[in-house]
Nanobody
Framework: VQLQASGRGLVQPGGSLRLSCAASGSIFMINNMGWYRQAPGKQRELVADITGVSSTNYADSVKGRFTISRDNAKKTVYLQMNSLKPEDTATYYC???????????????WGQGTQVTVSS
């Protein structure tokens, strides 16, 4: 199983960026998908997550600015980030809770991380 994230970049404050993360492999079903971030010297924190029926949850710091969505057919989760602030600078990781065809156990998988830098 692989989670491939894309959309890294350097943007100015107030700008926008869209992250994508596609899951591939012998995946039977995907439950929740989400985005986490980790800034230097800080713990990894939840940014947003979305259930299989597209119920969403956001960190207070990004509510009203970020939007998470998913395309189940493409096994892909997106994070649209608007009105970006310098404090949004971090490495962003996608996460998926899923089952494989070969294993009935639900497990968490992580993408490789993609850098987002907000700076003028």
């Amino acid at each position: 199983v692989q989670l491939q994230a894309s959309g890294r970049g350097l943007v100015q404050p107030g700008g926008s960026l869209r992250l994508s993360c596609a899951a591939s492999g012998s995946i039977f079903m995907i439950n929740n998908m989400g985005w986490y971030r980790q800034a230097p010297g800080k713990q990894r924190e939840l940014v947003a997550d979305i259930t299989g029926v597209s119920s969403t949850n956001y960190a207070d710091s990004v509510k009203g600015r970020f939007t998470i969505s998913r395309d189940n057919a493409k096994k892909t989760v997106y994070l649209q980030m608007n009105s970006l602030k310098p404090e949004d600078t971090a490495t962003y990781y996608c996460n998926a809770n899923l089952r494989l065809y070969t294993n009935p156990k639900w497990s968490d998988y992580w993408g490789q991380g993609t850098q987002v830098t907000v700076s003028s």
